[in-house]
């Protein structure tokens, strides 16, 4: 097999200057508790999977001016309750937490 050190254009993306203005801030957590226990709020769930056959929840947070999502444990969501029925009435067929 023999490579060769050619590039396909078509795959580049344009230059675009970094905007101007300071970096977006990080949303920071609600102290829930004295014990120092944080909590971010949830502002929706987009998605659901098994993982190690527990359900966890592709979640998007509150207060984020860019769009942040990471996948959280079912266990992570029990102060989320009403999104997450929202979500599984709205996608039935997706795996659903105990």
């Known amino acids: 097999m023999r490579n060769h050190n050619g590039f396909n254009v078509k795959l580049l ?3 675009a200057p970094p905007v ?11 102290i829930v508790d ?6 971010w709020e949830v502002a929706r769930i987009l998605d659901a999977k098994l993982r190690y056959r527990k359900p966890h929840y592709l979640v998007q947070g509150a207060g984020d001016s860019h769009v ?4 959280e444990p079912a266990e992570y969501l029990e102060n ?3 999104l997450v029925d929202v979500f599984h009435r709205t996608h039935p067929e997706k795996p659903r937490g105990k």
Do not use: I, K, V
């Not at 101007?20 to 609600?30: I, L, R, V």
């Not at 942040?68 to 996948?71: C, F, G, I, K, Q």
């Open 68 to 71: 942040r999502t990471s996948w």
């Open 80 to 82: 989320a309750q009403e």
């Open 13 to 15: 993306d344009r230059y």
């Open 20 to 30: 101007a203005g300071p970096p977006p801030s990080e949303p920071q957590p609600t």
């Open 34 to 39: 004295d014990a120092g226990e944080h909590e």
